[in-house]
């Protein structure tokens, strides 16, 4: 095992983070806060509990994932789209590494800094409301499972990506929708029976679901059954990174 | 075609290959047939340059060997060992100057030369690479980030990447391409020194004389195929010609019937004959020309001989295999 080519892409990607403070860190960090204000104050003072918990701490597990999602999925698409968009990725290449090394790399920093934008979050709530987690050792066996398998995905979106748009098309029309309608303001038991149903097809749902359920002891769909979605999924994820490093695919002629 | 870098080649001392190329070919996705059955066998500790117009393999031959592109068929050892089985002991001992200026513009040298260190499997070592950036003129520039060092020095720090792992065989595609004298200058005397410490230098040109200038063996490629692998040496005196040139008494306005067959050239307003022979003849005809020029009335003040360049045979050799 090359540990110390790890630590090179691992502390090489991390680097970026700090060098880019404001764009990592702090917008997502804003971008929650906007959502406490409007959803958690705004409308949240007309809604005053679901399920027994107030509305404004109900709403923290999903807008946790939704920049846990979106964030794990643009920080390791990028990172290893950038190199190949100028040529750096030459010496990733030619450096004697396999191919789980380099995915220890990016997506370790990626999933690494997309935990730390969810901790961030998590503490950016203590400002706006009060909340407990009843299962912490699960919450954070959700946010690292969830940040890892995600920026799985992102890898992969990055080696598919041959344009700065689609690095952007997989996070703005896809997961940021299925977030949205998956359960992060809301319980799904609030739906219609059958939408209830259709809403079951959103894997985001499991997600957030598990995750809800690490805090508040709640979930929408058995904690087993997420647990098996997100492990599912990242079984998938590691199966296609297998599959494009043994061929090469979009990234070696 | 493949050419067997032994064949008919003047011994240089024990063989102790670093580098063996079998039968390796590739065709790419588009169909395109980069690289043709190609053998070549690189001696340790040599500099051996590898000729070839644009297009004609070059750079998806080192490729190959260094992990980028994936090889079609045959086989490539690196210091005996199989550049697919033994991957990482191959790399670790490789380095690589890519022909495009890559580098990742918001680093500063100081950290993208260290991270290279890192992936290629070496603890960090702070000495090591402060002598390899004071040794390129990069030492005061360790702080400055890339984006804003001119294209000269990011070539050098292009190379102070690939030397940061201490690499014993150095590959440089096309490392002066662009540069202006005084780098070239530079980077020839680095060269030198890499070879003098034991590292074994593999360059790409379609620059000539730096072939010339440099390398200990010439190979030539070209639409895929390794047309020819010699010493320089050997290669300029096997296939050089010479020119001799004579500088004439009084200016010809023709050259008289009698010297038709010696394809003089007439120049500088009638006042120099030149007469292109080869070295390798048994006769060079230089003798009878001088008789014959003679018994012309031709008189001559003054004559010089000029080998002909590597260029020259380069052009050649392509023109054949056109």
């Known amino acids: 095992m090359n540990l110390y080519a790890v ?83 030459y010496e990733v290449h030619s450096a004697p590494l396999s191919y789980i090394e380099i995915v220890m790399g990016y997506v370790g920093a990626a999933a690494s800094k997309s935990v730390l934008v969810g901790l961030i979050i998590l503490a950016t709530a203590r400002l706006f409301v009060d909340y407990h987690i009843v299962h912490p050792l699960w919450m954070l066996a959700f946010l690292l499972l969830t940040a890892v398998t995600f920026s799985l995905f992102g890898f992969i979106i990055g080696i598919w990506a041959d344009n700065f748009e689609k690095l952007q098309v997989i996070p703005l029309l896809v997961i940021t929708p299925l977030t949205f309608l998956g359960g992060s303001f809301y319980s799904i038991h609030m739906l219609p029976p059958l939408w209830q149903k259709v809403t079951l097809f959103n894997p985001v749902v499991y997600l957030i679901s598990g995750f809800r359920w690490s805090f508040y002891g709640l979930a929408d769909v058995s904690v087993g059954i997420s647990l098996a979605a997100t492990l599912g999924f990242l079984a998938a994820c590691l199966a296609v990174v297998w599959w494009i490093f043994r061929t090469g695919w979009r990234l070696k002629a | ?180 004298v005084e780098l070239r200058r530079d980077m020839w005397a680095m060269v030198r020194r890499l070879r003098a410490g034991g590292v074994t230098i593999i360059l790409t040109t379609h620059y000539i004389d730096e072939a010339e200038e440099m390398a200990d063996r010439v190979g030539v490629i070209n639409k895929g195929e390794l047309i020819l692998v010699e010493d320089k040496a050997v290669l300029m005196h096997k296939l050089g010609k010479k020119q001799l040139t004579l500088q004439l008494q009084q200016p010809l306005d023709a050259l008289p019937g009698a010297l038709a067959a010696y394809a003089l050239e007439l120049g500088a307003n009638g006042t120099e004959l030149t007469y292109t022979y080869d070295t390798q003849a048994q006769r060079t005809g230089i003798t009878s020309l001088l008789r014959d020029l003679g018994q012309a009335g031709i008189g001559f003040r003054d004559l010089s001989t000029r080998q002909n360049s590597l260029e020259q045979i380069f052009v050649d050799l392509v023109r054949k295999g056109a």
């Open chain 1, 7 to 89: 630590r090179a892409i691992y502390r090489f990607e991390m680097a970026r983070t700090w060098r880019t403070l404001m764009q990592s860190v702090a917008s997502p960090v804003l971008s929650t806060s906007l959502y406490f204000v409007v959803f958690g104050s705004a409308i949240g003072s007309r809604i005053t509990s679901v399920e027994g918990i107030s509305y404004g701490a109900f709403i923290i597990p999903g807008l946790i994932m939704l920049s846990l999602l979106t964030q794990s999925i643009s920080n390791a698409s990028f990172g290893i789209y950038f190199p190949k968009f100028v040529g750096t990725i």
């Open chain 2, 1 to 180: 075609m493949s050419v067997d870098r032994e064949a008919g080649h003047a011994p240089m001392g024990p063989a102790d290959p670093v580098l063996v190329v079998r039968a390796l070919d590739k065709t790419y996705a588009s169909g395109f047939h980069a690289l043709k059955n190609i053998d070549l066998t690189v001696r340790r500790g040599e500099i051996f340059a590898l000729l070839g117009p644009n297009g004609a393999g070059k750079t998806t031959l080192i490729s190959i060997i260094c992990g980028i592109v994936n090889p079609g068929g045959g086989s490539i050892e690196v210091d005996g060992h199989d550049v697919v089985r033994d991957f990482r002991t191959t790399r670790s001992i490789i380095g690589l100057v890519p022909q495009e200026l890559t580098t990742d513009a918001f680093e500063t040298v100081w950290n993208t030369v260290s991270f290279s260190r890192g992936l290629f499997g070496k603890p960090a070592n702070p000495a090591h690479i402060e002598q390899v950036l004071k040794d390129l003129s990069l030492w005061d520039k360790r702080n400055n980030r890339i984006l804003t060092l001119s294209g000269g020095m990011k070539r050098r720090v292009m190379i102070a990447k690939a030397l940061s792992h201490e690499p014993r065989v150095l590959f440089l595609d096309e490392p002066t391409a662009g540069v202006d």
